[in-house]
């Protein structure tokens, strides 16, 4: 893997100063006076974007940062790719909008996306695009099993992120923010996740029997467990924004032979793992499976431009003509751009990259582990968390993972936050970066947790960790769809 595939890109982070610097803190101001409360990456990342390319971004105070947030997944190539600028902008002179009208460029992307699902999967799949966002892509999984089975529960799992929409938010573990929403989406029942360092059901990684799977087993073949037969189970095979967990493989194939005995469809959220993510194009072709519905969004373009589908075995295709439509299903451009962002990932073997870099990822940052306050240093390909916890009582350390990211801002990385209480640093690099950044990134991580965690040399012994600002709080963190 050479730097060719991110021409152009700088060599290395350079930050100047403090942070905001006076131009960011500018635009900041300007847009928390003029911007919804519900704005999220600037209050922990305080910084005005005005350029990026590869790995890199550059804020309008001329500061350089290592993107390892990649526009939450979408930026499977990294930032201004140039070939996938071009082609984008032949498209925008051809046609950028087309509805659900066949076009040559979504002709050729349906081909494309089907040719990276295996022969006998691609021969049944379906297609459905949907609104532009994985939310939505979700609602339509939802909404197609429903009419197929005419039942009406789902089944979710605790920790799992499946958009901000309605439905989509009740499909989602975390609770604060459906507090303030009332009557959310009924009939969703969540069972525990594989979360091994954290158990849902309180055993030890060494007594554990897949209980997760039992019980969900037991739940759904009780005849007195209060549970009706669901219109599908939803799973994320990492679950991204719940901590960055990779589900255990037993785990997840028992989950599928118990939904294919009982009849009830298997929708794999792909949304955040798709599209090379975690070193397979969808991360279900590393446990075995074959779901009934994959949703898939992010990173469908390579570069950003919004698009997102269902594909689904052809046998639930029972809905109607408009039974789910939405006016910006025909994005052009994000066509033509998918096209070629499989053409690059086939030429310049992205998904071995992809592999390379996490198994780069997981030597540098297994050191980690040797700081108490480290849980546990855990991800597939290039989708990693560092979850960092009390030592004594188990607590999520919020106040550190905060102050981590900070640490690691101010020396030249972004990274994001996610799990229980915001307290897994997280990283989503662009797929093809390259092994010089991926080592500089680590050794900033490294150095921010060292430099953060309680027992760092510099702390005294009455050392507390940092308090999360209000406006950090859990519930409040970036999470899209």
Known sequence: MTSSLQPGTPRGPHVRGDLPGPRSAELLARQEQRESSARTYPRHLPIALADGAGSFVRDVDGNVFIDFLAGAGVLSLGHSHPELVRVVARQLDVLSHGLDFPTPAKDEFTEAQLSMLAPELRERTKVHFCGPTGANAVEAAVKLCKIATGRGDIVSFQGAFHGSTHAAMALSGLVSPK???????????????????????????????????????????????????????IIELVQGEGGTIPARTDFVRRVRDLTRALGIPLIADEVQTGCGRTGTWFAFEQYGIE????????????????????????????????????????????????????????????????????????????????????????????????????????????????????????????????????????????????????????????????????????????????????????????ATR
């Open 179 to 233: 507090e303030p929403v009332r009557n959310g989406m009924p009939g969703v029942h969540f069972f525990p996740y594989s979360y091994c360092s954290r158990c849902p059901v309180g055993l030890t990684p060494d007594s554990c029997a897949t209980n997760c799977a039992t019980y969900l087993e037991h739940a759904l073949t009780d005849s007195n467990g209060g549970i009706p037969l669901p219109a599908a189970v």
């Open 291 to 478: 779901p009934d519905v994959i949703v898939a969004s992010k990173a469908l373009s390579g570069i950003g431009l919004p698009v997102a589908l269902i594909l689904y075995d052809e046998a639930l295709d029972v809905w109607s003509p408009g039974a789910h439509i939405g006016t910006f299903r025909g994005n052009q451009l994000a066509f033509a751009a998918g096209v070629e962002a499989i053409r690059i990932m086939r030429r310049d073997d992205v998904l071995g990259n992809v592999r390379r870099r996490g198994e780069q990822l997981a030597d540098r940052l297994a050191g980690l582990t040797a700081d108490p306050w480290v849980r546990d240093v855990r991800g597939r390909g290039l989708m990693w968390g560092v979850e960092l916890a009390d030592p004594d009582d188990g607590r999520p350390a919020t106040g550190i993972a905060s102050a981590v990211q900070a640490h690691a801002l101010r020396h030249g990385l972004i990274v994001e936050r996610g799990g229980r209480d915001d307290a897994v640093v997280r990283l989503l690099p662009p797929l093809n970066v390259t092994p010089d950044v991926v080592d500089t990134a680590c050794s900033i991580l490294v150095d921010a947790v060292s430099a953060c965690s309680p027992r760092a040399p510099a702390r005294h012994a009455g050392f507390a960790p940092p308090e999360p600002a209000p406006d950090a709080r859990p519930g409040r963190r970036g």
